[in-house]
């Protein structure tokens, strides 16, 4: 059975940090892109960042660009999300995703496995 499990969500103020963690397990996606993904209460749900299956291309949001970074760790299955700078807007649920192919797209619908989703808070 395949999982993917989102960890390190929480409340932080802005302007403040976060790191999430999204361990796998069932299957190896070391040949596949991840991504995170986010969503707010009433708005749909949006591309964070993604990353190829080697870790050396990511593509980011607009919202997120130059604040968030994403990485990987293929020997741990692992996939993290770096949050800096954060801003109330960044308040959501935020899910971890895993794609068939090597590279990621931008869509939800590019993913064929999602985690469970770790709330995030940031407040004013």
């Known amino acids: 059975q395949v999982q993917l499990v989102e960890s390190g969500g929480g409340l932080v103020q802005a302007g403040g940090s976060l790191r999430l963690s999204c361990a796998a397990s069932?299957?190896?996606?070391?040949?596949?892109?991840m991504g995170w993904f986010r969503q707010a209460p009433g708005k749909e749900r949006e591309l964070v960042a993604n990353i190829n299956w080697s870790g050396d291309t990511t593509n980011y949001g607009v919202a997120v660009k130059g604040r968030f970074i994403i990485s990987r760790d293929n020997a741990r299955n692992t996939v993290y999300l770096q949050m800096n700078s954060l801003k109330p807007e960044d308040t959501a649920v935020y899910y971890c995703?895993?794609?068939?192919?090597?590279?990621?797209?931008?869509?939800?619908?590019?993913?064929?496995?999602w985690g469970q989703g770790t709330q995030v808070t940031v407040s004013s």
């Open positions: 069932g299957r190896t996606f070391n040949n596949n892109a």
């Open positions: 995703a895993a794609s068939l192919l090597s590279y990621g797209g931008r869509s939800r619908h590019d993913y064929a496995y």
